[in-house]
């Protein structure tokens, strides 16, 4: 995977993440749109995604290892931003 294509990639399982909280449905077009890039790229991200077990490209949803990955990512990130601020 390239390495533009893996940012969006890890894009896509935090986008995933944050419309589940916000209960929002995720569709291959919502995605397209949170993440600004073509649809084709977001179904073959997809995909790869659901080939490494951490979504389920079929009904957009994380798997469990996918949640656990984007929950610490998005963990990771927020003390992040703190240690920026502080």
């Known amino acids: 995977m390239q390495k533009d294509q893996e940012k ?4 896509l399982l935090e986008t ?3 419309l589940g909280r916000a209960d929002i449905a995720a569709t291959p077009e919502v995605l397209t749109t949170w993440l600004d890039v073509p649809q084709p790229l977001v179904q073959e ?4 995604l659901d080939a490494q077990g951490l979504l389920d490209a079929d009904r957009c949803r994380l798997s469990m290892r996918g949640l ?5 990512m998005h963990g990771a990130q927020k003390l992040s931003r703190q240690s920026v601020a502080a």
């Open 68 to 72: 656990v990955l984007a929950v610490s």
């Open 45 to 48: 991200l997809l995909a790869r």
């Open 8 to 11: 969006i990639a890890w894009r």
């Open 16 to 18: 995933l993440y944050e």
